[in-house]
């Protein structure tokens, strides 16, 4: 597994991530402007909204569907990986934290209580035992 493999599995989960605020951005909004459409007349203006959000909340959750089933499917590919190499515990947790969990380099920190230093290191020790 290279860098942009690892890198991969992240960008999934940031992006995820964001589709999914996305999604509940446009629940709130479909929900304050539907009551308003009872009796309206077809091509208003309201229900052409509501109309338009519920097709967005559509196609975001499909892309959120395909998402949620590429991500396990890259971590699992990663984790294999990670249990044939040899390496050191600590580099282990930064990265299934980092690549497995999402989470940031800060979140990283304060979990196993070592400086961001020491968590770009073993991340770097470790991408550098992965490279072909």
């Not at 007349?41 to 229900?47: L, Y």
């Not at 497995?100 to 400086?115: F, L, P």
Request: net charge positive; charged share 30%.
């Amino acid at each position: 597994m290279t860098r942009a493999e690892l890198n991969g599995v992240r960008f999934l989960q940031k992006e995820l991530k964001m589709l999914e605020e996305e999604l509940t951005e446009k629940r709130k909004a479909s929900a304050t402007i539907a009551p308003a459409i009872d009796g309206l007349p077809k091509g208003s203006s309201i229900r052409s909204k509501v109309e338009a959000l519920t097709m967005e909340i559509l196609v975001l959750e499909e892309r959120i569907a395909n998402y949620k089933a590429a991500i396990p499917l890259a971590q699992a590919g990663l984790l294999d990986r990670l249990l044939s190499l040899s390496v050191k515990p600590s580099e282990r947790a930064v990265v299934i934290l980092l690549y497995v969990e999402g989470q940031t380099v800060s979140e990283v920190t304060k979990r196993i209580g070592v400086t961001t230093r020491s968590v770009k290191r073993l991340q770097a020790s470790f991408i550098k035992k992965m490279s072909p």
